[in-house]
């Protein structure tokens, strides 16, 4: 995607967001510091192993200590686990919702316009039935970029 003649990311690989500002990824598994689109793959761990189950706690501890009030229950699974190919640049619905306190507060807006941004950018089931939703995390951060730039 470019912005004022400057490529700012792309909208089919995801990127690694961390600033309280920003709609976070879930999780990446491609590469040592993640989305690295050379280093493609998911951690073909199975469900009993003990990587998997520590690196999930410690991501779950992760989006607790992000999201201050959010309780482990409330955390959708993607934000906790890798997609196959680690490189997915969408969140579920749910795990944008969880993020918006954090985002309305970093950004001195309210919550319910950080949540109308975020609903503009919810994909829908392709046809109405096939797959699930997703918001775009560029897409979201992008918006919100532009809803906070001043004018010119």
């Known amino acids: 995607m470019v912005r004022d003649g400057h490529v700012v990311g792309s909208e089919i690989i995801g990127q690694n967001f961390t600033a309280a500002r920003y709609f976070h990824p879930r ?58 190919s680690g490189l997915d640049p969408e969140i579920s619905p749910a795990s944008a919702e969880l993020q ?9 807006l309210s919550q319910d316009a950080v949540r109308n941004v975020m609903h503009d950018n919810v994909r829908p089931r392709f046809a109405g039935i096939f797959g699930e939703p997703g918001v775009n995390v560029l897409d979201v951060n992008l918006a919100l970029d532009r809803m906070s730039a001043p004018a010119h």
């Not at 918006?100 to 001195?108: D, E, L, M, S």
Request: glycine share 12%.
């Open 27 to 84: 999780p990446s598994a491609a590469g040592d510091k993640g989305y690295d689109a050379s280093n493609s793959g998911g951690s073909n761990l199975g469900p009993t192993n003990r990587k998997l189950v520590d690196t999930t706690k410690a991501a779950l501890h992760k989006v607790l200590e992000e999201n201050p009030g959010a309780s482990p229950v409330q955390v959708p699974m993607d934000l906790v686990t890798a997609s196959g």
């Open 100 to 108: 918006v306190t954090r985002v309305a507060k970093a950004r001195g």
